[in-house]
Structures are given as C-alpha cells and as structure tokens.
C-alpha cells in the first residue's frame, strides 16, 4: 500500500546541533510529499512541501528537506536547532487520492 | 488573513449532548477539511468538502455531522457522542481540491466527551 513511514518514534539533540528526521515512502510514480510542525496542543503548521523539480526544497523556520528517489526518502534537516523546536514532526503524503495522510509522527526533544 | 480559526477551542460535553465546532477561513480557498487526532498519533482524516459540497465521508459514524454553509464556514455537529471520541479535532483548508495544495491548519478543538 502507498504510505509514509518515519522509523524514529522520538529523537533527542542538543540545542545547536544539526538535525535530521528521516520520512521513507512506498509509491511508484512521484509522490506529494509535505513536512507539518505541531507544538503541543495545537494545529499543525505546513514547513515544506515536494512534488516536482529541484529536489532540495527550502522551507520556514530554516528547514530544508531532500527528495531522493533512489532511496525513497524524504528528510527533514537543519543545520542548528533551537530550544522552540521541540515539537512533534510529520511527514505527510498526498498519492493521487487527493487526501492528505499523516506518517505517525517523530517527538523532537532538545537539551540544552 | 491567513488562518484557519477554530471555536471553542475546549469543549467538555456529556454523552446526551448536542454540540457543534466551528471553522472559519478567509483565505479564499475552495476546499475545507475535518480531521480527528488522539493522543500521540497523527491526524485521521474524516471529511472532505470541495467548493461547499460534501466529497469524502471517511466512513465517519452519523454521530458526527459535518456542514458547509458557506464557501468560508465549516461545522461539524456532535451527537450522542461516546467517551472514545474525546480527541483534537482539527480543521483545514487549502486553496483547491488537487494535490499539490499544503493544507492551513487551524489551532483545533479539544473535545473531551464524559
């Protein structure tokens, strides 16, 4: 089945570190993929988008994330963390179905 | 304005109770969402609506009645709802049906059902 898999439940850094949360996907054709942030109890915000063209795509907040088809993968990265991005990341896919579904998510926890 | 807002943003109801959530966006976008998300999992889509009719009923139970008066309104009626229904209930909406839209999310409504 056409899905986003994020093999890590919860990952923990160091405030200035670099950061990367990996999102693997199974589909033939190219995919619609997309990064949302959720701090805690609230909605969830759109980092980044994929769908066509250069591979390394530019996000908010000093995101980037890569598409690579020959290893099915789509991560999220930044060069440094800070303390306010502790929150929980997804992954998300749109495979043609046009509905949006979530990977289940990475926790992200910084330590000073 | 680039929101989508959401009312109340807690609502305790009982199990006899008649509810509603509401959503607003001014955004101009054509299609509006309700998701559903419990605790530490990732949203579960449950209806789709598309230039104000309904498009996709996730196999939601009638308990939950979704309505779109309006290109810029979303409802979602509660009914008889159960204990297991307490969740985050999201509302979104993207600029048109088709894939390549990023959904806008809005804060959410935490419904706790007793």
């Known amino acids: 089945a056409q899905s986003v898999t994020q093999p890590d439940i919860h990952i923990t850094v160091s405030e200035g570190a670099s950061l990367e949360l990996r999102c693997n996907y199974s589909y033939g054709a190219t995919p619609y993929l997309f990064w949302y942030v959720q701090s805690p109890g609230q909605g969830l915000q759109l980092l980044l988008k994929?769908?066509?063209?250069?591979?390394l795509v530019q996000g908010i907040k000093g995101f980037e994330a890569e598409f690579k088809r020959s290893q099915s993968s789509f991560n999220l990265r930044k060069p440094s963390v800070h303390w306010s991005d502790a929150a929980e990341y997804f992954c998300a896919h749109n495979f043609g179905n046009e509905k949006l579904t979530f990977g289940t998510g990475t926790r992200l926890t910084i330590i000073p | 304005d680039t929101e989508v807002t959401q009312t109340p943003k807690h609502l305790v109801m009982g199990m006899t109770n008649k509810k509603s959530l509401k959503c607003e966006q001014h955004m101009g976008h054509r299609a509006m969402y309700w998701y559903k998300q419990k605790a530490k999992k990732p949203p579960e889509l449950m209806f789709v609506?598309?230039?104000?009719?309904?498009?996709i009923n996730e196999s939601v139970p009638s308990r939950f009645s979704p309505e779109c008066p309006n290109s810029s309104l979303l409802n979602l009626h509660l009914h008889a709802l159960q204990p297991e229904d307490s969740a985050l209930y999201l509302c979104a909406s993207s600029q048109d049906r088709g894939r390549a839209y990023g959904y806008t999310f809005g804060s959410g409504t935490r419904l706790t059902v007793v």
């Open positions: 609506y598309s230039y104000e009719k309904l498009s």
């Open positions: 994929y769908f066509s063209g250069d591979t």
